[in-house]
């Protein structure tokens, strides 16, 4: 996600700006820049990469004068991460940052471009500073013009924008994207996308709601909603920068957790219409001549990879396989020119997915990343790109990438199933309706949260835990005992529940925990059977089910029945959860467990 700060007041603005990115930047950005406006001057200076290149930029700049600022750290959504593409962008006489998805852009390019805007860039955003402009020239009022600008985006925002026709004020605007403004006590106004930028500046703070926007001035702050002037609810700004930036949890895996589910609606953004699915990334003919797929990831991204291999060819009607990348490399694969060869990828960078890349390349297959990271190795390297848009993970036990990944593949097996005409009207309607619930559906609940927290004191021992699941909940057992293995060091396996009876139940005992993931909608009635078998046996069962199981020791009711792939996103936060807390009791650094890195750019 992006960082968003400003500034009015009196103080070095430059310094201000780049302070507040600083404290931003744990949000994973790649590129950076400012624009200030101080005594009719604007001046703007972007860079690609780390801070230190903005500060290199600025380093003779200064203001010495009342003056306002907005400044912006971008992880790419749309477009490469080029100065061209990094925020500000500038209009004739305006600049803007903004952090979200405009769903409705292109139709707002192509108008603006048909009465002669000429685009720099290839972002959503440069649409929002064009479309002010305009709309300026035919009202000649700046809070009206940005008033009609606002209502007419479609999609997520958090947008500041300054302009050489108003130079004493900052013009925001907030829905789906987070924002907060505030002061200090000499009055001096303050705005970020996270209150760590705001944190030992403001002292009072707005945490504005969707659908606010207004401006600031040195007079002060000045709230609208629906056009009407809506009271100012200021809270006292108090707390640290770390616990800022983690929101409040105590972990950054615990605060990705909560993410997704904000995350996958900007996954979800601009490619799930109401009738259809849409990649901007794809071309048209980006299937033909394509008769199977081929997936190749890592730990995790390979969970994924598996799962989706069920939609693939469940959706699609397109044969698809999935191999481990350390595997592929060295079994001397055979590898068609008709396999579109997708490789998954949270960092961009894993060493033996990058080089399964390179081989299938080298026998000259049509190649997609799915990938959270843009210009990473990965991505530069394949012919097309999807990216999950799930913003930084820091958490080194992957989870809103996992889910994002999901997301995408789904959406992907639905678009090819398009193409294919492998999908019925009315099934595609059910399925986007599905896709649609998922942010809801993975919202953690209190509730829920505390009864895992309370059971995971009984899952700190044993001899070792079996996570099973049957069909596409197999690679989510996979996910989920991988999980558990790496922030609790708890031996966990992911096994396919009819599997257990051929070898793996001789472990049966008391001692043997096993997690059991028992969707309605899935073969319920084949996973309870070995669920019954196991419990048979003595194991001790903590069953995950829409429907009550008597025979679990602990069972954990879902909520969210009415698709497949809604059991398996809420089962996913359950799995996920659940091993936060074994390892919070097991006292162990659950972002950064022992051993492990975020990204294996090594053999
Ligand atoms: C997942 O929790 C782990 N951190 C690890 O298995 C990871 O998924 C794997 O190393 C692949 O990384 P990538 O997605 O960045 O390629």
């Not at 895992?452 to 021992?461: T, V």
Request: glycine content about 8%; hydrophobic content about 40%; charged content about 25%.
């Amino acid at each position: 996600m992006c960082g968003i700060v400003g500034y009015i007041g009196k103080d070095a603005i430059k310094d201000i700006l780049v302070d507040g990115l600083r404290e931003l930047e744990y949000r994973g950005y790649d590129s950076a820049g400012i624009a200030i406006l101080e005594e009719d001057e604007i001046q703007s200076f972007k860079a690609i990469g780390k801070l230190k290149n903005l500060e290199e930029k600025t380093k003779d700049f200064s203001t010495h004068h009342f003056g306002l600022g907005i400044g912006h750290t971008r992880w790419a959504t749309h477009g490469k991460p080029t100065e061209l593409n990094a925020h500000p962008h500038l209009g004739e006489f305006s600049y803007v940052v903004h952090n979200g998805i405009i769903e409705n852009y292109q139709e707002l390019k192509k108008e603006l471009q048909a009465s002669g805007v000429h685009f720099l860039s290839q972002t959503d955003t440069e649409v929002i500073v064009h479309l002010f402009e305009k709309n300026y020239k035919e009202i000649n009022d700046p809070m009206a013009a940005f008033e009609k600008t606002v209502e007419t985006l479609e999609g997520a925002y958090a947008i500041l924008l300054i302009t050489k026709a108003d130079p004493q004020k900052i013009y925001f605007a907030k829905n789906g994207s987070p924002m907060i403004v505030g002061n200090d006590a000499k009055g001096d106004i303050y705005f970020g996308s996270s209150d760590a930028a705001l944190i030992g500046k403001a002292t009072e703070v707005i945490y504005l709601a969707d659908g606010d926007y207004g401006y600031t001035s040195a007079d002060g702050i000045f709230l609208y909603h629906d056009k009407e002037k809506k009271g100012l609810n200021k809270k006292p700004l108090i707390g640290d920068k770390v616990s800022a930036q983690k929101n409040g949890h105590r972990f950054f895996m615990e605060k990705e957790i909560y993410e997704q589910s904000e995350v996958l609606g900007d996954t979800i953004m601009g490619r799930v219409l109401d009738d259809q699915i849409k990649f901007d990334e794809l071309d048209a003919n980006f299937f033909d001549g394509i008769s199977e797929i081929k997936i190749c990831a890592c730990g995790t991204s390979y969970n994924s990879g598996l799962a989706c291999s069920y939609l693939f060819e469940r959706q699609a009607k397109i044969k698809s396989s999935v191999e481990i990348a350390s595997e592929f490399r060295y079994k001397e694969p055979l590898m068609s020119k008709d396999t579109l060869f997708v490789v998954i990828s949270q960092s961009g960078e894993t060493a033996d997915t990058l080089e399964a890349l390179k081989m299938a390349k080298k026998a000259g297959l049509k190649t997609l990343a799915i990938c959270n990271v843009d210009n990473s190795s990965i991505v530069r390297l394949s012919d097309y790109t999807l990216l999950t848009r799930a913003g930084i993970e820091k958490g080194v036990a992957s989870t809103k990438a996992f889910a994002t990944q999901v997301m995408v593949m789904w959406m992907l097996s639905l678009y090819i199933a398009q193409h294919k005409k492998t999908i019925s009207e009315k099934a595609l309607q059910d399925e986007i309706d599905a896709i649609r619930h998922i942010p809801t559906t993975v919202m953690v609940e209190d509730a829920l949260h505390e009864k895992i927290k309370r059971l995971s004191k009984r899952y700190l021992h044993g001899h070792g835990f079996f996570f099973i699941g049957r069909d596409l909940f197999f690679p989510l057992a996979l996910e989920g005992a991988l999980k558990l293995k790496e922030i609790s060091y708890l031996h966990a396996e992911g096994y396919p529940a009819g599997e257990m009876k051929h070898g793996p139940i001789a472990l049966a005992d008391s001692e043997l925990f096993t997690i059991a993931l028992m969707p309605k909608n899935v073969h319920y009635d084949k996973i309870k059977s070995n669920v019954e078998e196991l419990s048979a046996r003595d194991s001790t069962i903590l069953a995950i089910s829409p429907l009550a199981f008597d025979l679990a020791d602990d069972f954990i009711k879902t909520q969210h029945d009415n698709h497949p792939m809604s059991e398996f996103f809420e089962m996913m936060v359950i799995t996920q959860i659940l091993a936060l807390e074994i390892s919070v009791r097991l006292g162990n650094d659950v972002d950064m467990p022992r051993n492990l890195a975020k990204s294996v750019t090594v053999e």
